[in-house]
């Protein structure tokens, strides 16, 4: 389990999840579409990897505890 941040910049907010690292992104980016109401240009996924695709593991793709995930337009 990883712990993330999601960042509701323009609302000035903050929240922490608990993910597994097996999750894939695609996965990651539909619970928070469903939960938030964003689109899913709206979902910045701050990882260290490149080519990241919806098909990896957060793990894969570079994220781990303490990584954020940028939200624009949700409301937390």
């Known amino acids: 389990m990883i712990s993330i941040e999601l960042i509701f910049p323009l609302k000035g907010k903050r929240l922490c999840?608990?993910?597994a690292e097996?999750?894939?992104?695609g996965e990651l980016k539909r619970y928070l579409i469903t939960c938030?109401?964003?689109?899913?240009?709206?979902i910045?996924?701050?990882?260290?990897g490149e080519n990241i695709s919806d098909e990896?593991?957060?793990?894969?793709?570079?994220?781990h505890t303490g990584s954020g995930?940028?939200?624009?337009?949700?409301d937390p």
Do not use: C, H, P, Y
């Open 17 to 19: 999840m608990r993910v």
């Open 22 to 25: 097996t999750t894939s992104v």
């Open 36 to 42: 938030f109401g964003v689109e899913k240009e709206d």
């Open 44 to 48: 910045l996924i701050l990882a260290s």
């Open 56 to 63: 990896m593991s957060l793990a894969d793709a570079g994220m």
């Open 69 to 74: 995930v940028l939200i624009e337009n949700g």
